[in-house]
């Protein structure tokens, strides 16, 4: 159990344009789902948190209308780089946590994503 | 002074060895501990959690949480190589409340030596 997906593994795209990351949870209700970004050798950093239905709440720092979070659903919440610019390549990955938890968070596979 | 604290490393341990890995956390009121292992180039994988003090046993895997010393620590036993990677503390702090989110180590490097 606690499975979740994330797509695409991987991007490559051009500056300037979008990219829409996808993030499941296969097998229980995520009420709330969070967006982390990691550099190579780097800690995970924290960039929102979202729960189906609400407006996510970001990290400090973190631009809102560049990194557009939508948690349309208890299985499913996206992130969209909006403009991306080569210092967004990072790893993006999602995490999902069950309502009635520990707070225990379950991880996606992660999201490469490469800028040129 | 931070959060969660773990050693960076890196440690290494010989195959069948007790690999040994420590936690320390700042808010005394947190109340859920977890581990996650995160392979190179791989998101994290709960791996053990924790919430009373004492020890908590899953198969070679021991997570020891002391509160009154505010220590979280994890024993891999019979350490293999493909155990080699890095170790991230995680701690729900009370301050997080409705948000759910924990709080990170920056995690420990562990090297299984064949």
């Known amino acids: 159990g606690a499975v979740v997906s994330q797509h695409p593994s991987w991007v490559i795209c051009k500056s300037g344009t979008s990219v829409k990351i996808e993030c499941r949870s296969l097998d229980f209700q995520a009420t709330t789902m969070f967006w982390y970004r990691q550099f190579p050798k780097k800690s995970l950093m924290l960039m929102a948190t979202s729960n189906e239905g609400s407006k996510a709440t970001y990290e400090q720092g973190v631009e809102k209308d560049k990194f557009l979070i939508n948690h349309a659903s208890l299985t499913l919440s996206t992130l969209t780089v909006t403009s991306a610019h080569p210092e967004d390549s990072s790893f993006y990955i999602c995490s999902a946590q069950g309502s009635g938890s520990l707070y225990e968070q379950y991880f996606g596979p992660g999201t490469r994503l490469t800028v040129t | 002074q931070k959060e969660v604290e773990q050693n960076s490393g890196p440690l290494s341990v010989p195959e069948g060895a007790i690999a040994s890995l420590n936690c320390t956390y700042s808010d005394r009121g947190s109340q859920s501990f977890f581990w996650y292992r995160q392979y190179s180039g791989k998101s994290p994988e709960l791996i053990m959690f924790?919430?009373?003090?004492g020890d908590k046993e899953d198969g070679r895997f021991t997570a020891q949480l002391n509160k009154a010393s505010q220590y979280v620590s994890l024993l891999i036993r019979d350490s293999q190589p493909s155990d080699s990677a890095t170790y991230l503390c995680a701690v729900n702090p009370p301050k997080s409340g409705s948000a759910r989110q924990l709080t990170f180590g920056s995690g420990t490097q562990l090297t299984v030596l064949p």
């Open positions: 924790i919430y009373s003090n």
